[in-house]
């Protein structure tokens, strides 16, 4: 983490914001503290992805209060990488000091090692499997020594045993360094075994909160594990064994 930091990584009060005169967030409270990971489910439409892009700074047509100590860094689901750049340098882009070109490229080397991809440092994009470009894009966020690690459904186009290995990565990368975690999925499964609280969306309101009282690692399989998810899908409204719906875009 760049700097120590006191109480939440992100505090949001009575957040609101709309589009075309449709409201999609509609007076959010959340907060989310360092070492905490918190994820967010909910239908297509139910303006999690606005709530994150809002807390990235990327999006300053709101009302209420947002506060984001440090810096917020953000994974999509697509890696977003420039073709035309080596993999070093796509995540020397994520750096602040990314004018400073050696000393950026050295530390995106560094965090290349981190995420298991110091073999393809000179590697061009579109040579990378998907799990490979994604790592490329989480070495891109973590480059930037976030504060808050923000994830926008970054694990959904992935095959399911990469998932799974990208869940490990993500754990680990947690445990060292430390900062809070917004993850964004419409996968349950996923937010049981990540996350420490789940949050469901609707209709732009925090509906229903989730405690995860499960030790990590977790078994999204597991009996414990699917206890919660059986509840997670009752609150969306769907029945048990119909979870691939909410993992369509």
């Known amino acids: 983490m760049s700097a120590a930091v006191h109480g939440p990584v992100a ?74 750049l080596s993999v070093t340098r796509n995540v020397a882009l994520g750096d602040p000091q990314r004018r400073r070109r050696k000393a950026a490229e050295a530390r995106a080397a560094r965090v290349l090692g981190e995420v298991g991809l110091a073999h393809r440092a000179d590697a061009w994009p579109l040579t990378l499997s998907g799990g490979e470009a994604q790592r490329a894009a989480l070495a891109r966020a973590l480059v930037a020594e976030p504060t808050l ?7 959904g186009a992935l095959d399911a045993l990469t998932r799974l290995t990208m869940h490990d990565l993500l754990l680990r990368l947690f445990d060292e360094h430390g900062f809070g975690v ?17 949050l469901v969306l609707e209709d732009g309101r925090i509906a229903a909160t989730v405690e995860v009282d499960l030790p990590r690692p977790r078994s999204h399989a597991s009996p414990e594990a699917a206890v919660y998810s059986a509840r997670l899908l009752e609150l969306l409204g769907v029945e048990t064994g119909t979870e ?6």
Not at 149 to 155: G, I, R, T, V, Y
Not at 182 to 198: F, I
Not at 244 to 249: A, E, G, I, K, S
């Open 182 to 198: 917004l993850l964004v999925t419409h996968d349950v499964a996923e937010a049981v075994t990540l996350a420490d609280r789940v």
């Open 11 to 84: 505090e949001v009060r009575g957040l609101t914001k709309g589009f075309d005169g449709r409201v999609v967030l509609d007076g959010i409270d959340l907060t989310v503290r360092p070492g905490e990971i918190v994820a967010l489910v909910g239908r297509s439409g139910s303006g999690k992805s606005t709530l994150l892009r809002v807390l990235a700074g990327l999006s300053d047509d709101h009302t209420g209060e947002v506060t984001v100590q440090g810096t917020p860094t953000v994974v999509f689901q697509e890696p977003r990488l420039v073709p035309w």
């Open 244 to 249: 691939d719906l909410l993992r369509q875009p």
């Open 149 to 155: 690690l923000l994830l926008d459904e970054p694990f």
